[in-house]
C-alpha cells in the first residue's frame, strides 16, 4: 500500500517561470492538504481540498498560488511566475474521509529552488 | 496570537537524560492532539497522538494533554543521539485540517 507520492522530488525553476508540483495520496484518503516549510522554520498550511473542493485556502497566497485535486489524478499545487522567495519544501498530506483522527501521512515532499 | 506555540529551542540534553517539549495552542474546540518527528531533510512522522487530558505513553515517549490550560507536551526518556531532530506539536482545527507549531529542535549529546 503506497504512501502519498509526491512528484518531483526536486524542481528548479528561473524567476517567472511556472512550477507544478504533484500528490498522489494513500490509496483511500479523500482529503489532500499542503504545507510549505522554509528553511529552518515550521510547516505553514496552505491548502485543504477534497476530491474537485476547496475546503480551507486561507493559508494560500492571494496570487500567483492555486491548487486543485480533481475527480481523477493527483493533486497539483501551481505557483505562477516563481521569486526567489517561493523557495521552500512543499509537503503534501493526506488523510482518509471522517473526522481527523490518527493524523496525516506526509509526502517525501518537492523542493523548490528558484534561481 | 499564533495557533500553535512552541518553544524553537535548540534544547541540548545529554544521553539518557528526560527531554521535555512543551506547546500551547490558541482554539478551545481543538480535540485531537500530534507530535511529529523530522529529521533534517526529511518529511514529518507522526510519533504520538492523543486526544484526552492525562498522560499517554507509548515506548520512551510520553505525550501529556491539559485542554484547561491548552497545553500539550511530549517526554522522551532515556534520550538517544538519534532523537535528535526537530519536533512539531500538530493541533487539529475545525473542518479537520490540522496547524503546525514552528517546532523545536532537540540535541541528544552522547
Known amino acids: 500500500n503506497a504512501g502519498v507520492m509526491q512528484n518531483p522530488r526536486h524542481l528548479v525553476r528561473r524567476r517567472g517561470q511556472e512550477a507544478r508540483l504533484r500528490c498522489s495520496p494513500v490509496?483511500?484518503?479523500?482529503?489532500v492538504y499542503w504545507y510549505r516549510q522554509l528553511p529552518e522554520e515550521g510547516l505553514k498550511f496552505m491548502v485543504y481540498?477534497?476530491?474537485?473542493?476547496?475546503?480551507?485556502e486561507s493559508g494560500m497566497p492571494k496570487e500567483r498560488f492555486s491548487a486543485e485535486f480533481p475527480k481523477e489524478g493527483p493533486s497539483i499545487l501551481r505557483i505562477q511566475q516563481v521569486v526567489r522567495g517561493d523557495s521552500a519544501a512543499y509537503f503534501c498530506?493526506?488523510?482518509?474521509?471522517?473526522?481527523?483522527?490518527?493524523?496525516?501521512?506526509f509526502g517525501s515532499g518537492t523542493r523548490l529552488t528558484v534561481v | 496570537q499564533k495557533e500553535v506555540e512552541q518553544n524553537s529551542g535548540p534544547l541540548s540534553v545529554p544521553e539518557g537524560a528526560i527531554a521535555s517539549l512543551n506547546c500551547t495552542y490558541s482554539?478551545?474546540?481543538?480535540?485531537?492532539f500530534f507530535w511529529y518527528r523530522q529529521y533534517s531533510g526529511k518529511s514529518p512522522e507522526l510519533i504520538m497522538s492523543?486526544?484526552?487530558?492525562g498522560d499517554k505513553e507509548d515506548g520512551r515517549f510520553t505525550a501529556q494533554l491539559n485542554k484547561a490550560s491548552q497545553y500539550v507536551s511530549l517526554l522522551i526518556r532515556d534520550s538517544q543521539p538519534s532523537d535528535s531532530a526537530t519536533y512539531l506539536c500538530?493541533?487539529?482545527?475545525?473542518?479537520?485540517?490540522?496547524?503546525f507549531g514552528a517546532g523545536t529542535r532537540l540535541t541528544v549529546k552522547p
Open positions: 498530506a493526506s488523510s482518509p474521509p471522517g473526522t481527523l483522527s490518527s493524523g496525516y501521512t
Open positions: 490509496k483511500g484518503h479523500s482529503h
Open positions: 481540498l477534497q476530491k474537485e473542493n476547496i475546503i480551507d
Open positions: 482554539d478551545r474546540v481543538s480535540q485531537s
Open positions: 492523543i486526544y484526552s487530558n
Open positions: 500538530a493541533v487539529n482545527m475545525d473542518r479537520n485540517d490540522m496547524r
